[in-house]
């Protein structure tokens, strides 16, 4: 890819992609964790509509044939271990690959510690001391292109858009139908669109406005990249750029936008602040869980974005397994985590 | 000018404490107590008295004090 045009669109989409995840706290840590840990749905239910208006969204693009669908192949040991080991990470650092760097934007440096980490782990598993575990894991692989009806063909797209348009029917039904009925009943307006600059600007979104938005960010985001848009591959390399004669691509202007693109959203609401946790021993919990999760993106290739957000839209198996492991991950860690911590208070 | 019984500092963590920790602490007070509680994390802001009110406390005030610091004031049920 040419140089300028990874700068410029790089650097766009991910200040827009900051800009919307620092408005929504979109963090698929919160989102999966908060399931068990305190009976909260919004966030999960952001994940669920972005989900859908994805695979719509790179079904009509493919069926085009703008972009061509890359889902990854089924490696089942790469997909459990480095999906549960991501989602232990993610709790510790306290925020997925995109959740910890949109927080860096925030001034929270206990993120930034996390981002360190990540960077760390994702290196180290890449080309370093953890690469022949990384490659053992990876070594099994079932199918070339395997999505959730076969393997990768014309049809793809179709069944994309097919349990697209399913999900999103039975999400108006179930979750909008109700609220809609009851502000009808209490003849309040549905939208209220009188503050709309506040609303946008000052105010933290509503879970389906940041789902439909993170959706259609993200498939821009292919469109443009002619690929999934990823979060740790961003983080590896800046910091190759650093260390080597590579130059910073697509990839690391992503996570530069991102960071510049939240900064600006939590400058204008006045939510930016440099902030370390009180206690020491967090940042080290948060690099820990940066480790973690850089080793856990890179064996099951990709972050919780890549595949959750890149690969589960199209039916990759693959992802699918990943994503649901990331889940489990992060629902053990809460579990150890926060019923200890319940004890000693 | 309502008397605060308690106050809960989470200034400075992230989330999912400030939830947690309010959410605990509320169940050890008594009906009527007020709990003030100090945030400076956003989506705990938003969430704390959201958590609050489902659980049929009354959420006095959510005041935004300065960058990034909110002050929630909650009335036990």
């Known amino acids: 890819m040419d140089f300028w045009y990874a700068l410029v669109a790089g650097l766009i989409i991910g200040a827009i992609f900051g800009f919307i995840l620092q408005r929504g706290r979109f963090c698929m840590n919160s989102a999966f964790r908060d399931i068990i840990l305190l009976k909260e749905f919004k966030l999960a239910k952001a994940v669920a509509v972005s989900l859908v208006v994805l695979m719509v969204g790179f079904a009509i693009f493919a069926l085009s044939g703008v972009i061509g669908l890359t889902p990854k192949p089924f490696k089942p040991w790469s997909a459990i271990v480095g999906g549960l080991v991501f989602g232990v990470g993610m709790v510790l650092a306290a925020g997925c690959a995109s959740g910890t760097t949109y927080r860096v934007g925030e001034g929270m440096m206990g993120s930034f510690v996390a981002a360190l980490g990540l960077t760390a782990g994702a290196l180290w598993t890449g080309f370093g001391i953890l690469d022949t575990a990384k490659d053992i894991l990876q070594s099994v692989t079932v199918g070339t292109k395997l999505t959730l009806f076969g393997e990768l063909s014309a049809l793809t797209p179709w069944f994309m858009l097919i349990v697209g348009i399913v999900g999103i029917v039975l999400m108006l039904v179930f979750w909008s139908l109700p609220t809609i009925r009851r502000k009808v009943k209490a003849k309040e307006p549905l939208i209220k669109f009188e503050n709309f600059k506040e609303s946008t600007f000052k105010k933290g979104y509503p879970w389906w406005v940041t789902g439909i938005l993170i959706g259609l960010i993200l498939t821009a985001g292919y469109i443009v990249s002619k690929g999934v848009v990823g979060i740790t591959g961003g983080w590896m390399d800046i910091s190759l750029w650093f260390t080597s004669t590579d130059s910073v691509m697509w990839a690391g202007f992503i996570i530069i936008g991102l960071i510049f693109g939240s900064f600006i959203s939590a400058l204008i609401s006045g939510e930016f602040k440099f902030r370390v946790p009180k206690e020491g021993f967090t940042l080290v919990k948060q690099f820990l869980g940066g480790l973690l999760m850089g080793f856990g993106a890179v064996t099951a290739m990709g972050c919780n974005i890549t595949n959750i957000l890149g690969g589960v839209p199209q039916l990759s198996i693959h992802s699918i397994i990943t994503g649901a492991c990331i889940m489990f991950g992060a629902w053990i860690a809460a579990f150890f985590l926060f019923s200890m911590w319940k004890k000693d208070k | ?77």
Do not use: F, Q
């Open chain 2, 1 to 77: 000018m309502v008397d605060i019984t308690e106050t809960l500092d989470c200034t400075g963590e992230v989330c999912p404490y400030p939830d947690v920790k309010s959410k605990r602490k509320v169940k050890k007070m008594n009906s009527g107590e007020v709990l003030e509680i100090l945030v400076d994390y956003p989506l705990s802001a938003e969430r704390i008295p959201e958590t609050m009110e489902s659980l049929g406390h009354e959420v006095i005030s959510v005041e935004k004090k300065g960058t990034s610091a909110w002050t929630i004031l909650v009335k036990i049920k």
